[in-house]
């Protein structure tokens, strides 16, 4: 039997490139456990992406997964993976698509088959409580790695 958590995500970047930062958020009856990190050089949109992979990474058990983004990226991305990945990882215009390597990454963790993941979009910076613990967690991620 699988157990249904939530994973509400975001990343940060200042400077695009730039240091970033990522929070993740993950929720089980009333437990919470937070991931969080951060790269000296990166994007907004790959910190998107790591917050996801990494707090997918972390559950050591089947899952059903609700990922709550307000990354309309990931959201266009998702829709579009099976289909890179069906075309070698390529764009129909012959191209790879940005981040593939994460891309691939998340594939291959959800391709396991060990949880069952569904995403939803919710508005950044709409009230969403979660979300706006994940904004503030990245963001001060962001804020470490241009200490560091």
């Keep these: 039997m699988r157990i249904n958590v939530t ?4 990343g940060s970047c200042s400077g695009n490139p730039g240091p970033g930062g990522y ?9 919470e456990r937070v991931v969080k990190g951060s790269e000296a050089l990166t994007t907004n949109n790959r910190m998107e992406l790591r917050a996801v992979i990494e707090g997918i990474r972390v ?3 089947p899952c059903c997964v609700t990922v709550v983004t307000d ?3 990931v959201m266009t991305g998702l ?3 099976p289909e890179w ?8 215009s012959g191209g790879k698509p940005k981040n593939v390597d994460m891309w691939q990454e998340l594939a291959a963790l959800t391709a396991k088959g060990n949880h069952t993941i569904k995403f939803q979009y919710v508005k950044g ?4 409580p979660a979300n706006e613990r994940c904004d503030m967690l990245a ?10």
């Design 85 to 92: 990945a069906k075309n070698g990882w390529r764009l129909k």
């Design 23 to 31: 929070a993740g958020i993950l929720s089980y009856n009333g437990v």
């Design 7 to 10: 994973l509400s995500t975001d």
């Design 139 to 148: 963001k001060t991620q962001t804020k470490t790695s241009k200490e560091g």
């Design 71 to 73: 990354s309309k990226y």
């Design 125 to 128: 910076h709409s009230g969403h």
């Design 79 to 81: 829709a579009n993976a």
């Design 59 to 61: 559950l050591t058990k």
